[in-house]
């Protein structure tokens, strides 16, 4: 929501716009007088607010106030790889001053940034935790990951592949805004997934590995 000026009263409150009578207090000046001891001193009418009138009556349309609240629905574009906390300004979408004196000022966007399911955000990087079976992290092999474009992208790891041990592949993170040419990385990190229950043969093959030389405690 936004105020924007009145347009029955043009902004100043008064039924039609001109329905005003000169101030009673400071008799059409905007000022007053004030002594303390033997020094005048100039201050701004309160009545009046330094208008030099009042509003005799008020607008059928905003009842004095020069301002409706008005609900304004508008597009932005934000660019790509904004970082969280990016701000932009769109001059004249703000509110309407009360009084119809000058001009509506500015809306500002914040851009918040919402978690992922998926991904973290490391700068223009992209943070993958990708689920290994620890099967495939000892003997190696192929893992399939997702990309920020929905689509997925294979990759070889060796044998022995360690818990977090990072694989970066070039310019599939987000562009940077300073140049939309340039691309962060997809960082995968590599999480060891162990199974929540054993069969027997899998319990069998494992006492067996367990007695060969790299095993063993």
């Known amino acids: 929501y936004r105020d924007l000026m009145c347009n029955y009263c043009g902004g100043n409150g008064s039924l039609n716009g001109n329905s005003f009578s000169t101030c009673s207090l400071c008799r059409g000046s905007g000022t007053i ?3 303390h ?10 009545i009046c607010n330094g208008r ?6 008020e607008c059928n349309g905003c009842h004095g ?14 660019p790509k790889g904004v970082p969280h906390g990016w701000k932009t ?3 004249g979408y703000g509110h309407f001053p009360p009084g119809g004196n000058g001009e ?8 918040n940034q919402l978690s992922h399911e998926h991904f973290e955000r490391d700068g223009n990087h992209i943070v993958y935790k990708a689920k290994i079976p620890f099967t495939k992290a000892a003997l190696g092999g192929k893992i399939e990951v997702p990309t ?12 022995c592949t360690p818990p977090n041990k990072l694989f970066r592949l070039k310019n599939l993170g987000l562009p940077s805004i300073t ?9 995968v990190v590599s999480e060891i997934e162990m199974p929540q229950i054993l069969t027997e043969k899998e319990k069998s093959l494992l006492l067996q590995l367990n007695e060969e030389e790299n095993f063993k405690k």
């Open 33 to 35: 007088l004030m002594q």
């Open 37 to 46: 001891g033997h020094f005048h001193i100039e201050n701004t009418c309160h």
């Open 52 to 57: 030099g009138s009042t509003i005799s009556k």
């Open 65 to 78: 106030a020069g301002i409706e609240k008005t609900f304004t629905s508008l597009l932005v574009d934000i």
């Open 89 to 91: 300004a769109i001059g």
């Open 104 to 111: 509506s000022g500015d809306l500002y966007i914040f851009v």
């Open 148 to 159: 920020l474009e929905g689509k997925k992208i294979a990759f070889d790891i060796q044998e």
């Open 179 to 187: 140049s939309q040419d340039m691309f962060g990385d997809l960082i």
